[in-house]
């Protein structure tokens, strides 16, 4: 067994229950733990999320370019059309972005407490050939 394992992606806000519920709609996740100051869910692939209670918490202003991303989280779509009309309807929004580097086909968006993430095209592996 490793020394560490990966817990909880944690992202603070002023709203953690509102904030919650737009993750747990954008991945069909479930919560898993509420408490005065965290709500945490946890994604079908095994993904958890929480977000604790910052009633100074003040949204990163990332794509500016004299700010730092700080963090971003990245989720791997289908359709990047579907998913950032999801988004859209959840109270998140599309940022206006250059393409990052690489060869994925990607969008950034932020969720409604302004903390950035990726839609990112998932690549299907192709079969291997003879």
């Given at each position: ?17 509102k ?97 950035s ?14």
């Open positions: 067994m490793p020394l560490v394992t990966a817990g909880v992606v944690v992202l603070d806000c002023a709203e953690p229950e904030l919650a519920v737009f993750y747990k709609e954008l991945l069909q996740a479930q919560e898993t733990d509420v408490t005065a100051n965290l709500v945490e869910v946890r994604a079908a692939d095994g993904l958890r999320l929480a977000f604790r209670r910052d009633a100074n918490a003040t949204p990163p202003s990332w794509p500016r370019p004299e700010n730092s991303l700080q963090v971003h989280l990245d989720f791997l779509v289908e359709d990047l059309d579907a998913a950032e009309r999801r988004v859209v309807e959840l109270g998140g929004r599309p940022l206006e972005a250059k393409d990052g580097p690489g060869p994925y086909e990607e969008r950034s968006c932020s969720d409604p407490a302004g903390h993430f990726t839609l990112r095209r998932a690549h299907r592996a192709a079969p291997k050939q003879g």
